[in-house]
């Protein structure tokens, strides 16, 4: 099983992204899946995560600019942001909740700047 993430880039502050999580296998088959970010020389984060019932769950700063969702069709997990601001540049990863490791990765770069 496999977790490529993409969809990452430049964005001026105000702007909005789409991140897509693309599983090797039935994306609704993972009881919960989640998204995480990074910085350099900080601990990796909780952003958001999805449960196979459809509850969703954000990080209280986040709420109400990020959306968590997942397409079965396309066997994809997405997370739509809006309203960006310089706080949210990381490397944006997805795995499940609890992360596993053979599941990390090499993330998609978010950078938001003017």
């Known amino acids: 099983v496999r977790l490529v993430e993409s969809g990452g880039g430049l964005v001026q502050p105000g702007g909005s992204l789409t991140l897509s999580c693309e599983a090797s296998?039935?994306?609704?088959?993972?009881?919960?899946l989640a998204w995480y970010r990074q910085v350099p020389g900080k601990e990796r984060e909780l952003v958001a995560y999805?449960?196979?019932?459809?509850?969703?769950g954000y990080a209280d700063s986040l709420k109400g600019r990020f959306s968590i969702y997942r397409d079965g069709a396309k066997n994809t997990m997405y997370l739509q942001m809006s309203d960006l601001n310089p706080e949210d540049t990381a490397a944006y990863y997805c795995?499940?909740?609890?992360?596993?490791?053979?599941?990390w990765g090499p993330g998609t770069q978010v950078t938001v700047s003017s």
């Open positions: 296998t039935n994306i609704l088959s993972f009881g919960a």
């Open positions: 999805s449960i196979s019932n459809g509850v969703t």
């Open positions: 795995n499940t909740r609890p992360p596993v490791r053979h599941l």
